[in-house]
């Protein structure tokens, strides 16, 4: 069938009147902006300008909820951008419920209004995008979402200090109990230092992507990212002292892997 046969196929089984499918049909293309395409093959089309007739065909029988799964895990890295920014303009301009199963967590955190995390069926957390990413409810949450995920290291706590093995230290929360601890700190949370710098780790490798510089050092015998501004100048070998915004860093329980507040 050609596309406007497909985005129509649902109405045509309903008997919707000709004049009316027409009318729906037009519409939905010039949303999706595939007016050009209604007289193409499925043979003749891209992946994306397949996924768009997909949404087509649920989106002319206006229905309140979506289930949208796994829509761009076929599409290559850019055209997956360019449908997710459409997802989410169509989302805006509906306002109808989307439930959207993904393993992406950036599809995740730029199109969730709420997010479930799931773990093998389970449910680890229900909550925005922001309170999932700054405040993860356990070790799995906090590992999941980011990308780079968070850094989680052992530490532990004594004297006002979380102490990490091979001799760094940092400043701990006054409220924050003595004892074993994993310390979560998102990559970003790495400021480079004018000075000493409240950490002076050894660098095992570095990414220059352009607006930013992935250095991946050593700290309580790890490897860990630190997520610095493209311009720092940063070489493998480095020692490269950082400080960190202690008000960005998480603290979990080592034994129930949940977040100490």
């Known amino acids: ?28 293309a010039k949303l999706l902006q595939i007016e050009h395409l209604l007289e193409r093959k499925p043979g003749a089309l ?10 087509g065909r649920a989106l002319v029988r206006e229905p309140v909820l979506f289930l949208f799964d796994e829509p761009l ?16 303009r169509l989302h805006e301009r509906l306002r109808a419920s989307i439930v959207y199963v993904t393993h992406d967590q950036i599809e995740a955190m730029t199109l969730g209004t709420r997010i479930v995390v799931l773990n093998q069926g389970v449910i680890q957390q229900i909550g925005t995008p922001a309170e999932i990413y700054e405040r993860p409810a356990n ?4 590992d999941f979402m980011g990308s780079p995920p968070m850094n989680l290291v052992p530490a532990i706590h004594e004297g006002g200090r979380l102490h990490f093995a091979g001799g ?14 994993i310390v979560g700190i998102r990559p970003e949370a790495f400021l480079p230092a004018s000075g000493e710098g409240q950490l002076r780790l050894r660098a095992v490798s570095v990414e220059h992507a352009g607006s930013d510089t992935f250095a991946h050092v050593e700290l309580g015998g790890k490897t860990i990212t630190a997520r610095l501004p493209g311009k720092i100048k940063v070489k493998t070998g480095d020692e490269v002292p ?10 979990f329980d080592p034994k129930s892997q949940l977040r100490l507040d």
């Open 73 to 88: 895990s076929n599409l290559d890295a850019k055209l997956r951008v360019e449908l997710r920014g459409e997802i989410k």
């Open 139 to 142: 070790i799995f949450v906090a």
């Open 1 to 28: 069938m050609s596309v406007a046969e497909n985005i129509g196929f649902g109405m045509k089984v309903r008997k919707v009147p000709k004049p009316e499918q027409d009318k729906k049909i037009a519409e939905v």
């Open 242 to 251: 950082l400080d960190v915004d202690l008000d960005a860093v998480c603290f």
């Open 168 to 181: 760094q230290s940092l400043v701990a929360p006054a409220a924050l109990r003595a004892g074993d601890v």
């Open 46 to 55: 891209s992946g994306g300008q397949r996924q768009r007739v997909a949404m």
